[in-house]
């Protein structure tokens, strides 16, 4: 069975700076993907980055980067510069090879002046 | 094609009728997803189709619960006998293949009254 944790229940963080959420995941698998999803407070999920499990570079999308450690099975989300509308629950996903798409608990960030 | 489409928004019903929403995928995205997402978490698995195939059911659908594609199109998800503790938002997204993004619908809120 596959399982994801994000463990960062909530983060605070100023604007501009960069902000770092966990992800850990536990999959048998050998291939899965990563997702990370966004969901302000209007509740539509929206689509961030993504990462396959065989590819060797790190994902980056914008003022998105995935930081991809398979050997320790995490797959941490940076926000670099952050803005006061990045403010949202984050969500970490993995897809199981058969494209199952399971989520974690989210963690919600807060971005202040 | 303008999303994954989601009906009713909202639906408010008495404690013990049956509901049926219904979801509209993009165009061409043969795989089907249905989630269920209380306040403050993340969305819980359901189930899942590729094309008119259900291939999965979580156990959190018990058997007050069916879900169909037929045709591989639009997908519908009933509640028969429907309890307080079925108010949620229920997620529908659709996905290429594996190992794409899922896109989300704006989802259809449930309340049980």
């Known amino acids: 069975a596959q399982k994801i944790t994000q463990t960062q229940p909530g983060m605070f963080v100023q604007e501009k700076e960069a902000v770092t959420l966990d992800c850990t995941y536990d999959?048998?698998?050998?291939?899965?993907?990563l997702f990370w999803y966004k969901q302000p407070s209007s509740g539509e999920m929206i689509f961030l980055i993504y990462?396959?499990?065989?590819?060797?570079q790190n994902a980056t999308e914008g003022r998105y980067s995935l930081n991809f450690q398979k050997a320790r099975k995490s797959a941490n989300l940076v926000i670099s510069a952050s803005q006061l509308g990045d403010s949202a629950m984050y969500f970490c996903?993995?897809?199981?090879?058969?494209?199952?798409?399971?989520f974690g608990a989210g963690t919600q960030v807060v971005v202040t002046p | 094609d303008t999303g994954v489409s989601q009906n009713p928004r909202h639906k408010i019903t008495k404690r013990g009728q049956n509901v049926t929403f219904r979801c509209d995928p993009i165009?061409?995205?043969?795989?089907l997803y249905w989630y269920r997402q209380t306040l403050g978490q993340g969305p819980e698995f359901l189930t899942y189709?590729?094309?008119?195939?259900?291939?999965?059911k979580s156990r959190l659908l018990s058997d007050r619960f069916s879900a169909e594609r037929p045709k591989g199109s639009f997908s519908t998800l009933e509640i028969q006998r429907t309890e307080q503790g079925d108010s949620a938002m229920y997620l529908c997204?659709?996905?290429?293949?594996?190992?794409?993004?899922?896109?989300f619908g704006q989802g259809t809120r449930l309340t049980v009254v």
């Open positions: 165009s061409e995205h043969n795989r």
């Open positions: 189709f590729q094309n008119e195939a259900q291939l999965e």
């Open positions: 990462q396959g499990s065989y590819d060797q």
């Open positions: 999959t048998s698998d050998p291939s899965y993907g």
């Open positions: 996903a993995l897809m199981d090879s058969w494209g199952k798409l399971q």
């Open positions: 997204a659709s996905s290429l293949r594996t190992n794409t993004e899922a896109f």
